[in-house]
């Protein structure tokens, strides 16, 4: 029911990679990112985190820990704002705040520091309307 999830997250001059690394991996317990090395408009250096993962067993602990995690009140937002989140190719959008992650705190945030995942829905034929349905079946607040 899930192609694949990937993650993005970027690594400020201020911020400690090892940090954010323990982040994502509360997320993403195997997960081994890409790293690749940009700049901001001022010149200073910014690390890009990514990864896409592709196991089935992955994605799904993925969307159970998700289930099992979230809040109430988070699970409220998704059910309000799925039909924003989800867009015509059938990939559902979710950022997690990046700091509280690190303290092992599901969250999610609208800032751009964050842990930014996309979840691409397996759908067919491929279109938003049947992406939300099967969202529907994989969790379970909608």
Do not use: C, W
Request: proline share 1%.
């Amino acid at each position: 029911m899930i192609h694949n999830i990937t993650y993005r997250t970027f690594v400020y001059g201020t911020e400690d990679e090892e940090k954010v690394m323990t982040s994502i991996s509360y997320l993403f317990s195997n997960s081994l990112p890409e790293k690749s090395i940009t700049e901001d408009h001022f010149g200073n250096k910014i690390i890009v985190l990514t990864d896409k993962i592709t196991k089935k067993r992955t994605n799904k602990d993925f969307i159970a820990f998700l289930n099992d995690n979230l809040s109430q009140e988070d699970k409220t937002i998704i059910k309000n704002e799925l039909d924003r989140r989800i867009d015509e190719k059938g990939n559902l959008f979710l950022r997690f705040d990046k700091q509280l992650a690190y303290d092992e705190t599901l969250k999610l945030t609208y800032s751009g520091d964050a842990i930014h995942i996309r979840i691409k829905i397996a759908s067919y034929p491929v279109s938003k309307e049947n992406a939300i349905n099967v969202a529907k079946k994989l969790f379970n607040f909608l």
